[in-house]
């Protein structure tokens, strides 16, 4: 018999003490999203009325672009230098929106480019990419050449999809500017985030985006910041909720989760443990809960006694990796780990994982399966009879959720599936 736990990320980070000895060193490399109401000197101030200090150099004319950067003396110059804490990658507003055949030859290169030039210079910086927001109604101007920049949310979700993948690749960090501005247009419209221009952003817009990075680079709560910046009380405290509740209490904020699986063995003593972050961790180090350790991505591992054991699974960039914790059984029944599946409850398994052009997917019972993207998409459906063979060519790359359904609904399970980037 074997049994799948599930690991919640009860997620930690040793990097919470870091944010806040030194003055944080970050550079800024954007465009006018970053120098309209010199957004770094928003995000500087509140740091400092919350007892934290960074101080920041922005590269970041009119315009340009992720190639513009990569081919021009200032950013790279500047990123050259060294010493940097984090540094913050804003692309050209509209081009992460664009069909991917675009997107993958004139951004994303040089989002690679520049990624493996702050990490070749500053060991242990932080490279963050800057998600951004649509034009206030669709991008009229591309509409006609793409549907789904007609309006502000199919390309908000496209500008969402094509960030996280690029931070994915990179090991790097997301700043999710564009999902809180869009949680504060759903729930509280009356506050204005754009300019006449429908395009760059008000003070207000400003405000939200400082929030957003404020959490993300100290990794500390934005309702912790006292600074309202002129704006009235009642609108900086809403955008600074706003932020807390969709960045600083979700995972946006953890770079490269300590993500992982334990199932059992036909040794009822053994677990086999598996690594699931989304991009192959700088660190991987499992603690097994009886002394022993192993640095493998996915060990097996045989106690000697029975017992509850408290596991950990530190995992991600090596200066700054995150920590999931959790408890299992041996020699029980009924396990304590979290998620346990136990004897005739539906089953999951995929592989390979991550994958390239196909899964081969194992359920222990007849099952419904959707393949769900980071937006809440289905991307593909099917039913499973126990073992079958899925093409996932037809998918991005980038992290999906398989959920399983018994037939009747009565139970689902959930696997995180990887696409990795097709050579």
């Known amino acids: 018999m074997k049994r799948t736990f599930i690991l919640l990320a009860i997620v930690f980070t040793a990097a919470l003490s870091w944010a806040q000895e030194a003055p944080q060193k970050v550079l800024f490399v954007g465009n006018s999203y970053t120098y309209v109401n010199n957004l770094p000197s928003l995000i500087q101030q509140m740091s400092e009325s919350a007892g934290c200090r960074m101080e920041f150099e922005q590269v970041a004319p009119g315009g340009a672009t992720f190639n513009q950067h990569c ?27 664009f069909p991917w055949s675009q997107f993958s030859t004139e951004s994303l290169p040089y989002a690679c480019q520049l990624s493996e030039a702050i990490y070749a210079r500053n060991d242990c910086a932080e490279v963050v990419f800057y998600m951004t927001w649509e034009r206030k109604n669709g991008d009229a101007d591309n509409a006609p050449y793409f549907d789904s920049l007609a309006t502000y949310e199919g390309m908000d979700d496209l500008l969402c999809e ?45 405000y939200a985006a400082a929030c957003t990075f404020y959490t993300i680079l100290f990794h ?147 099952a419904e399966i959707k393949i769900i993207d980071i937006l809440g998409r289905t991307k593909k459906s099917t039913k499973s009879e126990g073992c079958m063979t899925v093409s996932v060519t037809e998918l991005d790359d980038g992290v999906y959720t398989v959920v399983a359904t018994e037939i009747d609904g009565k139970e689902s399970k959930s696997v995180k599936l990887v696409i990795k980037q097709r050579k």
């Open 162 to 206: 094509r960030y996280t993948y690029m931070a994915q690749i990179n090991n790097a960090s997301v700043s999710p500017v564009g999902r809180v501005w869009r949680k504060l247009r759903t729930e509280h419209p009356d506050i204005e985030l754009y300019q006449s221009d429908e395009s760059h952003p008000s003070l207000a817009g400003s």
């Open 71 to 97: 081919n021009s003396s200032g950013a790279m110059e500047s990123i050259g230098r060294g010493g940097w804490d984090a540094v913050v990658l804003q692309e050209q507003s509209q081009l992460p929106s």
């Open 220 to 366: 500390n709560d934005p309702t912790l910041v006292t600074a309202d910046l002129g704006l009235d009380a009642e609108t900086a405290q809403t955008i600074r909720q706003t932020a807390k509740d969709l960045v600083y209490d979700s995972l946006w904020k953890f770079s490269c989760h300590a993500f992982g699986t334990v199932e059992e063995t036909e040794d009822e003593m053994s677990r086999r443990f598996n690594c699931l972050s989304a991009v192959e961790p700088e660190l991987c180090l499992w603690e097994f809960g009886d002394g022993e350790s192993s640095t493998e991505l996915n060990p097996n591992h045989t106690y000697g006694a029975n017992g509850v054991y408290e596991v950990r699974l530190i995992a991600g960039k090596r200066c700054h990796p995150d920590t999931t914790m959790w408890r299992i059984t041996i020699g029980s029944e009924e396990p304590l780990g979290i998620g346990t599946a136990k004897a005739g409850e539906l089953k999951i398994e995929i592989y390979p994982n991550p994958a390239t052009d196909y899964i081969v997917l194992k359920t222990a019972k007849p």
